[in-house]
């Protein structure tokens, strides 16, 4: 290990006097690699140089255990023991740092809600996650650009895709993927009977300019008349855009702008992030598997997370996890559900390692 914390080091030095190189701002995609690689790389060498500078009191410690008189080993046992504790930390904070960083870490997150099982609750239901997340998206500090939204009759949400950005989003947001349910009385139920419903959450890690390249030639690119809610050019003008990539079959609609060249280019983030997400599948031999395993048919049976008003309860069911804060986390206190995946995912992680 303490070869590889060499390394580390070297390589940040390396990246700093890189950063301080003029030229490098000439290179847009080599000047966010070598940003990027800086960013992973400073709370690892902080420890390592943490680690360092406790190793060295231990040592300093025992030396003068060796010269010290009765009355002064008290107190230098003390300090060893504490440094030594401290090491013990340091070096299972080292541990966990140094495991695999997620590719997409950094990365802004496309978002896609939909209604699923269940008719109007279901988009309801959808509604209330959309508003959750945004929340959640606010106490991080994160900005939320949507794209595109559909209302359902009851003011619920048929689909709405949303861009979120900030440097955390996808660490934190990725877990999100899946088939939602919804345990509760429905506001369209007279005798109080108890309704399970489900939404679908897709979570696509944003993508660069630079990562997918996109032949105009491949698009098939549809205009169209917008309709539902909107501004004075909704169904005067065809401002709506409906894009289809002919070699994948992926086919992205956007109609919530008054421009045709607005929606156009939101339609197109989406198209990259999709386009993005397909590689990544198939260089891991599984084109399509992610997607499905996030979203599968919507079925209720398929939920990876339960959500029960009656009992206040929020279950999520790959990891057994269950907290009765339902309400505090529909409105966006999130962070207990998250941090116990995020737990979970090191742990299974750290289990792989060894």
């Known amino acids: 290990m303490f070869d590889r914390l060499r390394s580390l080091e070297d390589e940040f030095v390396g990246l700093e006097a890189r950063l301080s190189d003029p030229d490098l701002a000439n290179d847009q995609a080599k000047m966010r690699d070598v940003s990027r690689r800086y960013k992973d790389l400073t709370p690892v060498v902080d420890c390592i140089r943490r680690y360092h500078a406790r190793s060295a009191d231990a040592q300093a410690a025992r030396e003068l255990l060796t010269v010290a008189s009765e009355q002064e080993r008290p107190a230098l046992r003390e300090e060893l023991a504490a440094s030594e504790a401290k090491i013990a930390e340091l070096e299972e904070e080292l541990r966990v740092l140094l495991l695999p960083k997620d590719r997409n870490d950094g990365r802004s997150v496309i978002m896609e809600i939909r209604g699923a099982e269940g008719g109007d ?10 508003d ?7 106490a991080n500090r994160w900005n939320v650009d949507v794209l595109s939204r559909d209302l359902s009759d009851l003011g619920g949400v048929n689909l709405v895709t949303m861009l979120i950005k900030g440097d955390t989003a996808w660490s934190k947001l990725k877990f999100e993927g899946g088939t939602h349910r919804v345990q509760r009385v429905p506001v369209t139920e007279s005798s109080g009977r108890i309704h399970t419903s489900s939404a679908t959450v897709l979570v696509l890690p944003e993508a660069e300019d630079v990562e997918v390249q996109i032949d105009d030639k491949d698009l098939v690119v549809d205009v169209y008349r917008s309709s539902g809610a909107g501004g004075q050019s909704v169904n005067t003008t065809d401002s709506a855009v409906r894009i289809t990539h002919k070699p994948t079959g992926v086919v992205v609609t ?3 702008e008054r421009s045709q060249i607005q929606n156009r280019a939101r339609a197109m983030v989406v198209l990259r ?3 993005l997400k397909l590689a990544e599948e198939e260089q891991a ?3 399509s598997e992610e997607r499905r395993s ?3 048919s919507g079925g209720r049976g398929e939920k990876i997370r339960t959500y029960n008003f009656k009992e206040n ?6 990891i057994g996890f269950t907290i009765y804060r339902l309400q505090d986390v529909l409105a966006g206190d999130l962070d207990e559900v998250v941090d116990a995946l995020a737990a979970d995912e090191r742990t299974r992680q750290l289990a792989g390692s060894e």
């Open 285 to 287: 031999a599984a084109q």
């Open 132 to 138: 959750m997340y945004r929340a959640y998206a606010a």
């Open 254 to 256: 956007m109609q919530d």
């Open 313 to 318: 309860r929020l279950t999520d069911h790959r």
């Open 294 to 296: 996030q979203v599968g």
């Open 121 to 130: 609750e279901a988009n309801l239901f959808a509604g209330d996650l959309f």
């Open 273 to 275: 992030a999709r386009l």
